[in-house]
């Protein structure tokens, strides 16, 4: 027989069998969310994702006069906007060529009146060196809004909380017949290994008049001593009038109509209807949402898709007022867009009852193929949503809690409990849960309510740091 230490050393030294994954399906039922996106038109930039030449990327301006009228889609903006742009430079292919790509957004008063353009929130990131692409664990509290992964992450984080991030002016004042920049920022991939670097922007504006937009690609120009030089207002109009796409495009989508096992999406250049997902979440005919039985759940979609509806039959997928031929034909994924979404909990149950709030990455379907959702454990290695929630409610002893916490989910991720709370019969609790759905994530996730099987009586997890 082997002395203790020799088995515990035994059993150091032998490589223990590999945990092989297996799918977990969870029994429940998925719905879909009530309510839909608002009006609001979002200014949507994301075609093509890498680029490599200058020229338009988004142009809503009138097409008369202009060298190529088909790069323009004559759409003007009026009231309540945004703006999203999502692009990366990429000087692999010419290694020589290092200067920094700059992304600028034209805006144009067509009136004959002064128009002011209110900036509301603002946010606009690099991903080097502003918000690289970090490993972080599943859930971290992010009260102070210092957490992120990735440039997208970061914008999303600021404007879920209101802010305008310093540097951007609070208004333009557009004189008559006249252009004012919104945004002239650069892409620098100079110091990078490899040459590569993105940028994220989300804008909320609201005009007094109509204007018209574009979001454009330009080197940066050489000052006489070597140093860049960002360009000028004069070389973007000229760029406006003069120029074509800026490339490479990207592959063009699937029809709509015509789905297949790979289904293309295709990239957004377009103008999309929506920047906001706002409404209560109740049963039908009822103000209030029933929690489930002991030991039950049930999922609501969250940004799904036309082939990802995860058996809601629900397809929340931002409709386009205006698009290019060869882009995306909807705003799938809904970047840059908020869901704030309210859940007047009830337990209508004889018995105290824990109930949990989840996000969750179920493995993407259409219509379900088992009764329920489908995970792995562990879940794959590829990130599918990386991104700030928040959520309200009262906890336990009646006091009022704001949370923000930082999720990093994977491909098949069961997800942690946002919130934990013990139910008395007949109690009601308000639960309010917020964020903007960040771009290079994937869609779709699930909004989880479950009861569970053993009441527990606790607080939900960092009830003690409160968050502002």
Known sequence: MLSLFASVLLAQTVPMPPILPQEIVIPQQTRPLPGGLDQVPVFNSNNPEIVKTEGILLSTFPPQGKRVPGAHLDFPFRGRFDLFSHHIARAIETPNDLRSLYLGVIVYNPGNEPVTVDVLQAASYLSQPDAP????????????GTVYAGPGDRAMNDVLRGRRQDGWSDRLIIPAKQSRMLMNLPIPVRTLTPPLNGRSTLVRLH???????????????????????????EE???????????????????????????????????????????????????????IPQRGQSYSYGLSTLLAGKMGTGQNQSATLLTRYPGTAYQAHGNYGIE????????NNTE?????????????????????????????????????????????????????????????????EALATFMMPPGDRRLVQVDFLYPPDATPPQMLTIQTLSTPQLQQSSGDNRLSP
Request: net charge positive.
């Open 236 to 290: 973007w109009e000229a760029l406006l009038e003069a120029g074509d796409f800026a490339g490479p495009r990207e592959t063009a989508p699937s029809p709509p109509d015509r789905l297949t096992g790979a289904e293309i999406y295709g990239r957004v250049a377009a103008v999309a209807q929506g920047s906001q997902w706002r409404t209560q979440v109740t049963d039908p005919d009822s103000r209030l949402l029933a």
């Open 351 to 415: 018995a105290p009852q824990t109930v949990q709030v989840l996000m969750q990455t179920p493995l993407k379907e259409d219509t379900l193929s088992k009764p329920g959702l489908r995970f792995r454990q562990p879940p794959y290695p590829n990130v599918f949503f990386r991104g700030t929630v928040r959520i309200r409610y009262n906890d336990d002893r009646g006091l009022p809690r704001t949370q923000y916490w930082h999720l990093v989910q994977r491909r098949g991720q069961v997800g």
């Open 339 to 346: 869901y704030s979404l309210t859940m007047p909990l009830v």
């Open 133 to 144: 692409f970090i490993a972080l664990p599943p859930q971290l509290e992010n009260a102070l």
């Open 207 to 233: 005009s007094n008049g109509a204007v018209y937009m574009a979001n454009l690609a330009m080197f940066a120009k050489q000052n006489p001593d070597g140093s860049e030089r960002a360009p000028t207002l």
